[in-house]
């Protein structure tokens, strides 16, 4: 299984743009990484994902790595709905569509 | 369109009683999945299902049962709730075979024993 690391904590100022590092360095060749982030008392929302190269989409971009051991989710404008807890997940072996999460990155924004 | 829909939101069970969380989704997706998440913590995979009639174990299955009779519904079944327990359950699905395909998640089920 894919295991990933990311920092506990990140504090932004709003509409500053925000890099969310994350660490996955047993990644296999066909995992694709995933951004999953967690407003406060909701579950789970899809942010991103990708395979190798850069992605974009209307909530944010993820920068890969060339040796897909290590992602950069990045916010371009954050603002006080972005507060959450910003989730780098890994998947499960074989194609079953496990999710495996770690303990993820608390980002605040700053008024 | 409902996508993942889960009840009840809140449950206060007694040590020993057992019950069932309840989770549908109408997005026609194969996988689905149960969650845990503790205070301050990530999610730990219960149980998942990847298709009807199929189920596995995930990180911590013990104390928890679930059946997928249809492509639609998963349910948790506590077997004997104990006061380690107490978290909030989260329900997911996903459609199978992509794994560049995303996860939708329900609102969340927040359980407690006492």
């Known amino acids: 299984d894919a295991k990933t690391t990311q920092p506990n904590s990140m504090e932004s100022n709003e509409e500053e743009p925000v890099h969310l590092p994350c660490n996955h360095s047993t990644i296999s060749g066909t995992d694709y990484i995933h951004w999953y982030r967690q407003l406060p008392s909701q579950g789970p929302e899809y942010v991103i994902h990708g395979l190798t190269s850069n992605v974009n989409n209307r909530m944010a971009s993820l920068a890969i790595a060339e040796d897909r051991k290590s992602s950069t989710l990045i916010l371009h404008r954050a603002t006080l709905r972005d507060a959450a807890v910003y989730y780098c997940v890994g998947h499960g072996s074989s194609n079953t569509g496990k999710l495996i999460f770690g303990q993820g990155t608390t980002l605040q924004v700053k008024p | 369109n409902a996508g993942v829909t889960q009840t009840p939101k809140f449950q206060v069970l007694k040590t020993g009683q057992s019950m069932t969380l309840q989770c549908a989704q109408d997005?026609?997706?194969?996988?689905m999945s149960w969650y845990r998440q503790d205070p301050g913590m990530g999610l730990r995979l219960i149980h998942y299902?990847?298709?009807?009639?199929?189920?596995d174990q995930g990180e911590v299955p013990n104390g928890y049962n679930v059946s997928r009779s249809t492509t639609e519904d998963f349910p948790l079944r506590l077997l004997s709730a104990a006061p380690s327990q107490t978290s909030v359950y989260f329900c997911?699905?996903?459609?199978?075979?992509?794994?560049?395909?995303?996860?939708?998640f329900g609102q969340g089920t927040r359980l407690t024993v006492v």
């Open positions: 997005m026609n997706h194969e996988y």
């Open positions: 299902s990847v298709g009807a009639g199929i189920t």
């Open positions: 997911a699905s996903s459609s199978l075979g992509r794994l560049n395909t995303e996860a939708f």
